[in-house]
């Protein structure tokens, strides 16, 4: 794998080899690969800040939750970290990949479950695995192998030939999940992957997920679902009015809040609304007293 810019440098530097810097830990203990990177990520929607210089340092293997309330600036970085939406200042490496540079090579590199699907609606649900495999350039006899599993998995089988158009809220993600996947992307990039899902397909998906980190994969996910993210990252990054207020692991986080006074048994939520100044406020509605 390549790698990308040191994340520990200055924050100032603009013109940066990505493939001839080592990686080094916060500690400098070890060279760790980091699969993505941002460095002073902006976007700006005409005077709104949506990302506000975000520097942001995943490593290889990693299970990263992203977290934010509505409208804090995840969605908008996910698209600029894959190459949906581009920056109105900074860089993002993935696998050590400018994606704005050479997206080609990047988009390789990835599979991306957007938060909107834009599927391909007249195809079936089998064809637009295949298909997404062809796209890949994976062997056409293990699309074929992978795509019969993948359906099976995920409970598309019964499913398989019929269109896109006329599959549920749940089914699109799966599908679009499994065309994500099929090429065992080196980063996988998931906006909000268990929105619209029942608790069965919950549980494959998260198994999945798991298998595929196990095998080597990065993923970075951005959910509301606190216990999920709790049950399944390795570190969490929280963003508020596109700013990264926090970052760690749920371990890091509760030490901070035990140490900022709150509860050293505190659960993710808990951090979240802490995290973000959530106080506990009437929230009663006056017309319905
Ligand atoms: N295309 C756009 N044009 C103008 N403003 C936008 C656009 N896309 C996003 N924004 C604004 O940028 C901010 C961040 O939006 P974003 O969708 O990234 O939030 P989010 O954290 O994903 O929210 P949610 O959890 O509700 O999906 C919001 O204020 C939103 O209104």
């Known amino acids: 794998m390549m790698t990308s810019p040191d994340p520990n440098a200055s924050a100032t530097t603009s013109s940066i080899d990505p493939y001839s ?3 080094q830990n916060q500690n400098n203990t070890t060279n760790t690969p980091y699969a993505i990177v941002t460095r002073n990520l902006v976007r700006q929607f005409d005077q709104k800040w949506a990302v506000n210089n ?10 990263f939750g992203f977290l934010g309330p509505n409208g804090a600036g995840k969605s908008t970085t996910i698209k600029m970290m894959v190459g949906l939406l581009r920056p109105s200042s900074g860089n993002v490496w993935v696998g050590g990949v400018d994606v704005w540079q ?15 699907l834009n599927l391909y609606e007249r195809l079936s649900g089998r064809e637009f695995i295949t298909f997404s ?8 006899k293990d699309i074929l192998t992978r795509t019969e599993e993948l359906l099976q998995v995920l409970d598309l089988i019964n499913d398989a030939d019929k269109l896109i158009v006329d599959y549920s809220v749940g089914m699109r993600k799966k599908a679009a999940l499994a065309a994500a996947i099929i090429h065992r992307p080196q980063v996988l990039f998931l906006d909000e992957p268990f929105e619209g899902i029942d608790p069965v397909s919950s549980r494959v998906i998260r198994d999945i997920l798991h298998d595929l980190t196990r095998s080597g994969t990065t993923i970075f996910f951005s959910s509301h679902i606190m216990e999920v993210v709790e049950r399944l990252c390795t570190r969490v990054g929280i963003i508020n009015q596109g700013v990264l207020v926090a970052e760690g692991t749920l371990q890091d986080l509760r030490e901070r809040a035990s140490g900022d006074g709150g509860d050293k048994d505190a659960t993710l939520e808990d951090i979240f609304l802490n995290v973000i100044g959530v106080r506990n406020e009437n929230h009663n509605l006056s017309w319905l007293d």
Not at 102 to 116: I, K
């Open 54 to 63: 975000l520097n942001l340092s995943v490593r290889a293997g990693e299970f």
């Open 133 to 140: 495999g062809h796209m890949y350039g994976v062997a056409e």
């Open 102 to 116: 050479d997206p080609l090579r990047a988009r390789a590199l990835m599979g991306v479950l957007p938060e909107y």
């Open 21 to 23: 810097q080592s990686m």
